[in-house]
């Protein structure tokens, strides 16, 4: 972008410009971008127009990644599930009947007991053989030993599941996590919002276009972008200095101030652009 103009530098208080010197504008463009390829859905500017901060520019069509961030969203909250579910134990109504079978165990226990503790009374009285005895003891032990293993049943299904299948569990809803974040990611990037105020330059592709991803779609010159350019003979350059005032003149207008805000130290003979009276015009 360059349109001739001259440039007045002010020395101290002196209203009337001391020197004139020949410059452009120049432009730094704003080009906005989808970085996923994509078909062009809604162009919601036009070339020529002011946007704000936070305007839609366009959006890419975007059926697709939904369904994927749908999907990633699905598979997460079952990998979630899964763990709390691990990290539960066993459903009431399934310790209840552990409780129930607990409760049998030990009833038949107390029964083996008694039947034991009486046949120890009777073999000293001689009334019963050693093999009944014998018969009382094995009742006994088993019914003991039954009881400690329903015990134990109901205090494993009381905890959840062991360590390392409740790590694996969060390692997967971690991973899961994180996929649904990048195709929530992705899919936010179809659609483009104007991240400054500016003017829409350009529109580089309009609606039913493919996009490739990375490519701009449409150039904003924000006003801070707008930026003067002019040249001095080298023997001048020690009198200038940052932040010096300065007045800029154009045809049709009337001088706007301005200041210096920065000095090449390169030496350059001509300007880097040719100036024309016609309007390039933009490749397609």
């Not at 020197?19 to 906005?32: D, I, L, S």
């Not at 109901?154 to 905890?159: E, V």
């Amino acid at each position: 972008m360059g349109v001739c103009l001259m440039v007045f530098l002010i020395s101290g208080c002196v209203e009337k410009p001391s020197k004139t010197y020949q410059g452009y504008v120049e432009g730094e463009f704003v080009y906005v971008a989808a970085p996923i390829a994509g078909r062009l859905d809604v162009l919601q500017v036009e070339r020529g127009s002011q946007v704000k901060k936070g305007d839609l520019l366009f959006k890419l069509e975007a059926d697709y990644r939904k369904d994927v961030a749908q999907e990633a969203l699905n598979r997460q909250n079952q990998t979630i599930h899964a763990l709390a579910n691990l990290k539960k134990g066993k459903r009431p109504s399934e310790i209840q009947s552990i409780e129930a079978r607990l409760k049998k165990a030990k009833e038949g226990l107390k029964l083996a007991k008694l039947e034991y503790t009486r046949r120890n009374r009777l073999i000293k009285k001689q009334f019963i053989s050693e093999e009944q005895l014998d018969r009382a003891r094995t009742e006994y032990k088993q019914q003991l030993q039954q009881v400690q293993e329903i015990t134990a049943q109901i205090d494993t299904a009381r905890l959840g599941a062991r360590t390392d299948k409740i790590k694996a569990a969060q390692a997967e809803v971690k991973a899961t996590q994180a996929r649904f974040a990048q195709a929530r990611w992705s899919l936010g990037q179809m659609t483009q919002y104007a991240k400054a105020d500016g003017l829409v330059f350009d529109i580089l592709y309009y609606p039913g276009e493919w996009v490739p991803a990375g490519r701009p779609i449409v150039s904003i010159l924000p006003p801070e972008n707008i930026k003067i350019r002019f040249f001095i003979p080298e023997r001048k350059v020690g009198t200038l200095s940052l932040g010096q005032k300065v007045f800029v003149s154009f045809d049709g207008g009337r001088p706007l101030p301005a200041k210096i805000a920065f000095i090449s130290p390169r030496t350059q003979y001509t300007p880097p652009v040719s100036m024309t009276r016609s309007r390039p015009q933009r490749p397609r």
